[in-house]
């Protein structure tokens, strides 16, 4: 019932402003990027990996992208972003810039920090979700079969 689903979710929100620990268990991956701040990956009955999910994407190495509007773009500017630590890939779409990224410490909002010494004027910053499904599939390769 998706009204349920988006009651649910605002309920779970609200349980997690004020503080409380939710346990959630679920295969559909995709929810939990919007509504977790941990992971435990369970495989076989046993724990394989847990943490933030920056923490987790960092283990394995999954990048993040990004999606970034700029005051002012020029040569000098692009290059100084595509030399920033971490920044894999950088390309321009229509009204933004997207780059994908994989900090070496889970830590996206250091990014922000690096645009910001490189003289980017930032109009939007906006890390997609974490693929939990990617994340899930990379933690357990190892496990399977």
């Known amino acids: 019932d998706p009204r349920a689903r988006v009651e649910m979710r605002e309920l779970l929100r609200e349980l997690q402003r004020l503080g409380k620990t ?8 995709h929810e939990l990027s919007q509504l977790c ?23 394995i190495g999954l990048g993040r992208s990004v999606h970034i509007k700029l005051a002012r773009s020029d040569e000098a500017l692009l290059a100084a972003i595509a030399a920033i630590p ?16 994989t900090p070496s410490d889970g830590d996206v909002d250091k990014l922000h920090d690096a645009l910001m010494a490189a003289g980017a004027k930032l ?7 974490v693929d939990v499904e ?11 079969g």
């Open 134 to 144: 990617a994340l899930y599939l990379g933690l357990t390769r190892k496990h399977s």
């Open 86 to 101: 971490g920044v894999e890939h950088l390309e321009a779409q229509h009204d933004r810039l997207i780059l994908r990224y």
């Open 123 to 129: 109009r939007m910053f906006e890390p997609d979700p």
């Open 22 to 29: 939710i346990v959630i268990s679920s295969h559909l991956l």
């Open 37 to 59: 701040s941990h992971l435990c990956i369970l495989e076989r009955g046993k724990s394989v990996a847990n943490g933030t999910m920056e923490e987790l994407c960092t283990g």
